[in-house]
């Protein structure tokens, strides 16, 4: 029931780019992207809401499909303050608030 | 604005012994709670959440339970520890307004049970 996340693991070198992608087994109503640094707390970063909605921020933007179930994350032009671990947060089942996190992608950006 | 507060923040506990760890949100009401456990290099688990007062999910049990005393008050208890609770356990809070439910994280709790 969890959402599983790709790559596990990503190593970039500053200004390179990354796609996090997240895929459930269940409907997907929203989702929502967190990114945790080592030893805190994860913090939400945007939400998707609709179906095709495409956000970002910055240089961080996330896209959903609801047909496929999936999201991605999109990091352009990396920066060291992008590393750490991404996850995919959602409710599965919908309305129930039972709020459930991908596997986790571990990313680092290398100077 | 909304807070929430989780302590302690780092707990050295012998194995059998009890567990207790508490969580208050600040500044809004009836959020819904959860807590979720992160081994280490892993992903997050969720153990419980609560939708109001009493009113307890379990997805975990285990040697685990939690408490929702008072509307903001969420508690994780256990009578005997085990070596396999050690984790990074994380309480968190979102506001019900249907599908737009993010989730707000404390700052987290490092258990270690030796």
């Known amino acids: 029931q969890q959402p599983v996340q790709s790559p596990q693991a990503v190593i970039l070198r500053e200004g390179e780019d990354a796609v996090i992608n997240c895929s459930s087994s269940k409907a997907l109503y929203s989702v929502h992207w967190y990114r945790q640094k080592h030893g805190e707390a994860p913090v939400f970063l945007m939400i998707?809401?609709?179906?095709?909605e495409q956000k970002g921020h910055d240089k961080i933007s996330a896209s959903f499909n609801e047909k496929k179930q999936q999201s991605s994350l999109y990091l352009t032009a990396s920066q060291l303050s992008y590393s750490g671990t991404y996850f995919c947060g959602t409710e599965i089942p919908p309305g129930t608030y039972k709020y459930i996190f991908g596997t986790g992608t571990r990313l680092k950006v290398l100077a | 604005s909304q807070t929430i507060h989780q302590w302690p923040a780092t707990l050295v506990q012998p194995v059998g012994s009890p567990l207790s760890l508490e969580c208050t949100v600040e500044g809004t009401s009836n959020p819904n709670l959860y807590w979720y456990r992160q081994a280490a290099g892993r992903g997050l688990q969720l153990l419980f959440y609560?939708?109001?007062?009493?009113?307890i999910s379990s997805e975990v049990p285990q040697n685990l339970s939690a408490s929702r005393p008072q509307d903001r008050q969420f508690i994780l208890s256990s009578k005997k520890l085990l070596l396999s609770d050690s984790g990074f356990y994380l309480c968190a809070w979102s506001v019900p307004r249907g599908l737009n439910t993010e989730a707000f994280f404390g700052q987290g709790t490092r258990l270690t049970v030796v």
């Open positions: 998707l809401l609709k179906g095709g």
């Open positions: 609560s939708v109001g007062i009493g009113q």
